[in-house]
Structure formats: structure tokens, C-alpha cells
């Protein structure tokens, strides 16, 4: 298994393919569903794809952070830490990262190829 | 009229029964490859002797709706190479709803319900890797018109036909498409038996005064899932001969 750079390659062709995108500038920082416009087919389709291409079981609700709100609003009711507990449930995001989807997400879904390429990197050592 | 296949291997669940062999039989018949699932040990024997004069041309699979397990071994035996998907498989709970086991009641909707759903998520997934696949369930015309004690097998069709119709509605666009069939009375298997127990009287609310048979079934689902059929898309067919269009 290659470095990130080489996940992010592959995804990026992944996605190209996927969503019939040509021409777009796709970099790590993409929102796939603000910035592609990705649906839920899209994703499931992405999410199956990721699963044959790199050799990786695939859960959609982690890979995509489907229940990140979720998760902020079940560690404030039972008085947890919220970067903590995120943490602790998406193993693969940096605190950074978590803190950065925290600090944006009343714009919208944050999910970015950058998730992605973490998910891919972290699921992988595991294989 | 010849028919036309996008694919050619078939997984039936509930492959013991007389319905999935005699529909195993004209799929291999038309160059398909029928998987036949069964759920004890007898299963082979069953579908062994059914089939003999068709050795080699199909398969078996070990599935036990009950057993998360068994779902998982299925899937990495058949892998991904899945075109089609025909569901006979059904268990039986009778009881007054007011009457029931609450255990059994839990047991048999986690089997006939849920594991359906792991089962359709998987097949669906292998499905959209090629952006192709063709579900057909089996379900009943009892379901909608269910006699007393039949509660729980009716809420279990129904909630299947949902999983199915709504798995039509979600992967339409990317090629695979679903179709429930509701049979009625049918001189085949189970239906048979409760035909043999049953006043020869009830088939005159039949507009055609017979049960379907087996033979018309195994038709009609190879036609459901020939190439021609793929615009019937998560929608209920009923077969009865019209015993329930009219009073």
C-alpha cells in the first residue's frame, strides 16, 4: 500500500469515474458533497468502490461521518468531552481535523477526499 | 420470443423448496447458473436429487437466516460475481397477534426481517460494482389478505416487499432493479399442502378455477428477470388467477 499521495490518486480517479467529473480540481481539501455535489448514491457507490479497490471493509456511516452532529449532541448530554468522544468514535480524523469539522459544520456537511485518504490509510495497517 | 439475460448467475434463497427447483431446472435451462441455498443437512440431498440430470450446472450454498455467520461465509463464497437474486425464503410463526410468544415473535422478525435487510445490503452492494443486477421476491397474496393467525407472516412480506421496493426506488439509476410477485393459491409445495386441506370449493373463487402451478411461476420469474422486463421496477405483480381483483 502506498503513501497518501497514492490513496489520494486513486480516490481522485475513483470519484472522476463515479461521478462522470472531468476537468474539476480536485485536491484534498474537496468537499465531496458541498463542492461534487455527491448524494447518497453517490456515496454508497464510493463507499463500495473503496471497499474492492483498496481491500478494506467499508462502514458508510464512519467513512463518511454521517453521525458526526450526532455524536457532538450525545456527548454534550452525557457531559463529555466532544473532541474526546468524536475521537474516540472516527479513530482515524486527527484532532485537528475534528476540531476544524466542528469549527464548519453549520455551513454544511464537512466531508473531504482528505477524510477519505485517512480512512483508506487507517483501515489499511489493519490488513 | 426468446429471452435475454444481462448475466447469468443466479442466487435463489430458500432453494429447497419445490418453487426454486423447478425454477433452477428452466434457469438452467436457459443457460443461467443457479446458486441454491438451503438450511440443514438435508438441503443437499433435496436439491441433489432434483437436479441430477443437471450436474455440474449449478451450486449450493449453506444459509441460515438466523445465523450472522452464515450470511458472511455466503458472501465470501459467492464473492461478487452476482447478476441475480431470487427470495423464497420463508419461515413460519402462526399465532393470534394478542396470542403470541414474545421471544418467538422477536426471533423470527430479527430472521425473516433483518437478516433479509444484511442480506439485501450485501447483494445490492456486489450488485452496484457492476451497475447491473436484477431482485426478485417472492412474497404472497396473502400478505395483503392474511386470515386470522397469519399476522406476523403478513407483517413480515410486507416489510419485506418495502426492503425490496425501496432497494428498486435507491439503485434504479445505477442498474439494478427489484419486482415482488404475489402469488396465490399454487399447486406446488407448501401450497399444495394446504390446498390437499382445504375444501376443494375454495378454488371456485378462482376466476380461472385452478391454482397456479409451479411450471407458470418458474415463467414468470425467468421473464421478470430477462432483459425485457427491467422497466417493472419496485412495484408488487400478483398472480392469482384474479382471485383478488374482484368481490
Redesign the interface.
Given at each position: 500500500m502506498g503513501g497518501r499521495m497514492d490513496v489520494f490518486a486513486e480516490l481522485k480517479k475513483i470519484i472522476e469515474e463515479l461521478m462522470d467529473i472531468k476537468d474539476r480540481n480536485i485536491t484534498p481539501e474537496t468537499l465531496l458533497i458541498q463542492d461534487l455535489g455527491a448524494e447518497?448514491?453517490d456515496l454508497?457507490?464510493l463507499?463500495?468502490?473503496i471497499?474492492?479497490r483498496f481491500k478494506i471493509a467499508v462502514r458508510d456511516d464512519e467513512i463518511f461521518l454521517t453521525r458526526f452532529r450526532l455524536y457532538s449532541a450525545e456527548a454534550k448530554q452525557q457531559g463529555e468531552d466532544t473532541m474526546h468522544y468524536i475521537a474516540g468514535k472516527y479513530p482515524f480524523l486527527a484532532k485537528d481535523r475534528i476540531a476544524d469539522i466542528m469549527a464548519h459544520i453549520k455551513e454544511g456537511p464537512q466531508l473531504k477526499i482528505k477524510d477519505l485518504i485517512s480512512y483508506v490509510t487507517y483501515r489499511s495497517q489493519w490488513v | 420470443m426468446s429471452l435475454h439475460f444481462s448475466g447469468n448467475r443466479a442466487l435463489i434463497l430458500g432453494g429447497t423448496c419445490e418453487l426454486a427447483l423447478t425454477l433452477a431446472k428452466s434457469m438452467i435451462e436457459s443457460d443461467l447458473f443457479p446458486i441454491l441455498t438451503y438450511r440443514d443437512d438435508k438441503g443437499p440431498r433435496t436439491i441433489g436429487e432434483a437436479l441430477r440430470p443437471f450436474h455440474g450446472r449449478y451450486a449450493t450454498c449453506f444459509l441460515n437466516f438466523g445465523d450472522r455467520n452464515s450470511l458472511e461465509s455466503i458472501f465470501s463464497q459467492i464473492g461478487?460475481d452476482l447478476n441475480f437474486l431470487v427470495d423464497f425464503a420463508q419461515g413460519n410463526y402462526e399465532s393470534l397477534i394478542a396470542g403470541a410468544d414474545e421471544d418467538s415473535v422477536y426471533r423470527y422478525f430479527t430472521e425473516n426481517i433483518s437478516s433479509r435487510a444484511e442480506i439485501l445490503k450485501k447483494v445490492g452492494?456486489a450488485m452496484?460494482?457492476k451497475r447491473k443486477g436484477r431482485l426478485v421476491f417472492i412474497s404472497s397474496a396473502a400478505a395483503v389478505r392474511p386470515n386470522p393467525g397469519q399476522g406476523f407472516y403478513a407483517a413480515a412480506k410486507l416489510a419485506s416487499e418495502a426492503l425490496y421496493r425501496n432497494m428498486g426506488l435507491?439503485?434504479g439509476?445505477?442498474g439494478v432493479t427489484t419486482v415482488i410477485l404475489r402469488p396465490g393459491y399454487i399447486n406446488a409445495g407448501r401450497g399444495r399442502i394446504y390446498l390437499q386441506k382445504q375444501d376443494r370449493i375454495i378454488l371456485d373463487a378462482v376466476p380461472i378455477k385452478r391454482a397456479i402451478t409451479g411450471e407458470e411461476i418458474a415463467q414468470t420469474v425467468l421473464f421478470l428477470l430477462s432483459d425485457g422486463a427491467a422497466g417493472i421496477n419496485a412495484v408488487e405483480i400478483t398472480m392469482d388467477g384474479g382471485h383478488t381483483s374482484g368481490k
Open positions: 447518497s448514491i454508497l457507490e463507499a463500495v468502490t471497499n474492492s | 461478487d452492494r452496484l460494482k435507491e439503485l439509476e445505477r
